[in-house]
């Protein structure tokens, strides 16, 4: 059973950066798709970008396109969200789930494995 813990959420400014990471246990991120989606107060849950098991592709909803970046470290049996350029409509609960799928998936129910989330508030 693959168990996901997120951290590096807190409080940013507008304009500046943090880096979340997803660390896994019970199971290797290398072998792993990891996505990342958030939930802001009063909206649904929203997709944030995906890296895929092996060859580390990556997709990203357009509104972070430019601004964050995921990767991975085998390692350290992490994934990490790094976050630039910070909007206060970035103020989310983030969540990073993982799944053995080919490629990448935006869909959230691709996801059989998903972290408790961590909070992220942009102030502007």
């Known amino acids: 059973q693959v168990q996901l813990v997120e951290s590096g959420g807190g409080l940013a400014q507008a304009g500046g950066s943090l880096r979340l990471s997803c660390e896994a246990s019970?199971?290797?991120?290398?072998?792993?798709?990891v996505g990342w989606f958030r939930r802001a107060p009063g909206k649904e849950r929203e997709f944030v970008g995906a890296?895929?098991?092996?060859?580390?592709?990556?997709i990203y909803t357009d509104s972070v396109k430019g601004r964050y970046t995921i990767s991975r470290d085998n390692a350290k049996n992490t994934v990490f969200l790094q976050m630039n350029s910070l909007k206060s409509e970035d103020t989310a609960v983030y969540y990073c789930?993982?799944?053995?799928?080919?490629?990448?998936?935006?869909?959230?129910?691709?996801?059989?494995?998903w972290g408790q989330g961590t909070q992220v508030t942009v102030s502007s």
């Open positions: 019970g199971g290797t991120v290398s072998s792993l798709a």
């Open positions: 890296i895929s098991r092996g060859y580390d592709s990556t």
């Open positions: 789930a993982a799944d053995s799928i080919l490629g990448v998936s935006r869909m959230a129910r691709t996801y059989a494995y």
